[in-house]
Each structure stands twice: as C-alpha cells, then as structure tokens.
C-alpha cells in the first residue's frame, strides 16, 4: 500500500513538473534575449511571447511545446501505466497547474490553454475543437477581447460533455482497458477542473477590464 502511494505521489508530482517548464520563458531568452516575465502582460505563454516579439514562429513553437506538455504525458499515462482514468485526473490536472504556476517561475505561468488543449486532444479531440470553435465564435461575433472569449469558452466547455457523452465517449486514444472508467463524471470532473483552473489566471485581466469599462462611463457623464 505505502509502495503503490509513493508511486502514485511520484507521478503526481513529476506531471507537475512537466507542465511548469516554462516553454515560453526559455524560448524567448534563448530567441531574443529578454525575460516574458517582464514584457507585455507577463504571462508566460504563446500568445503574450507572440504579441511581445511579434514573432509568429516563436508564438507557433511555444504553442506546440506548450501542447505537447499536456500530450505526450497523458498519452503515457494512458498506455503504459495500470492506473485508472479516476486515479489520472489528479496527475493530469497537476500538469495543466503546473502550467500556471510553476515553480521554476516563482509560481507564475501561462494560462493554460494550450496544455489542456493538448491533453483534450488524447482524452477527446472534438471536444477540443468544439473549444476552439466556441472561443472563435464569440471572438468573431460577440467581443473581440481574448480574456473575454477565453472566460466565457471555458465556463461553457464542461456543458457539451453532459450533452453528448455517448457521441465523445469513443474519440479520444484512450485504450480498451480503461474505457470502463471513460465515464461521464470523469469528463465533467475533467474539464471543470480544467476550466477552473484556467479562469484563476483570468481574475486579473477581467478585473482590468471591468476597471477600466467603469472609468470611461464615468468619464462620459
């Protein structure tokens, strides 16, 4: 029992690990020498390394390093250990944590978008594109500020798993052996977490907004 949980805890806390090397932080000091924590918004992501460098090949090389933080250990975990999916949420959450606040970074981070991106596409891509297809649509539709889309997407992304369970329970890479664990609240529970974690680090930038939303009405009359 103590060998089986020290396992356990190990794995919990090397996924934590993998998700807080800061990909945006070590490309953009290695590119153009300077460190993101102290440019533009300061987040440690693609999109804040893209809007500071105005480099789209260093915003694609984050985005995919970033992505596969969250695919290649949630495949792993997936096929080559015994563990359940409901033992694997806690491990595949700490990725998407340690993404936003990682430890190597004073626990600062990115937003975790393009981690639970990748870790979607194992567990079930079109949900993930269903993500993407929410965000673009209130990007192009509704307003046009990122933060806004991204908290309104993720509030929304746990809804279709309730939805159409039984249409995304088979599209993901997830092996015959675990399928019986593929259940309905563990989606849910998943993407919650996921959705929960990515608006912590969108407090800040709302509250801007909403800040600065106040004061031009103010200011009109």
């Excluded at 020290?6 to 490309?27: D, K």
């Excluded at 250990?81 to 944590?97: A, D, K, V």
């Excluded at 608006?199 to 801007?208: C, M, N, R």
Aim: charged share 15%; proline share 4%.
């Amino acid at each position: 029992m103590i060998q089986i949980f020290s396992e356990y805890g190990i794995t919990c806390i090397i996924c934590y690990l993998i998700g807080a090397i800061p990909f945006a932080y070590l490309v953009v000091k290695r590119r153009h020498d300077f460190d993101i924590r102290y440019k533009g918004s300061g987040n440690v992501g693609a999109m804040n390394s893209y809007e500071v460098t105005q480099s789209r090949n260093t915003g694609i090389i984050i985005l995919i390093l970033d992505m596969i933080k969250g695919i290649f250990p949630v495949f792993y975990l997936l096929n080559f250990t015994t563990y359940n999916l409901n033992q694997l949420l806690l491990p595949f959450i700490l990725i998407i944590f340690g993404h936003n606040f990682s430890i190597f970074m004073k626990f600062k981070g990115g937003r975790g978008l393009s981690t639970s991106a990748g870790e979607m596409l194992v567990l079930c891509f079109p949900l993930c594109a269903l993500w993407i297809a929410i965000y673009y649509v209130i990007i192009k539709f509704i307003n046009q500020n990122v933060h806004v889309a991204t908290v309104i997407a993720s509030v929304l992304y746990p809804l279709p798993v309730i939805f159409f369970f039984p249409l995304l329970r088979k599209t993901g890479f997830i092996p015959a052996e675990k399928m019986n664990s593929f259940t309905l609240e563990f989606l849910f529970a998943f993407c919650s977490s996921c959705a929960i974690i990515i608006l912590l680090k969108h407090i800040s930038p709302i509250y801007e907004l909403i800040k600065n939303y106040t004061y031009e009405r103010k200011s009109k009359t």
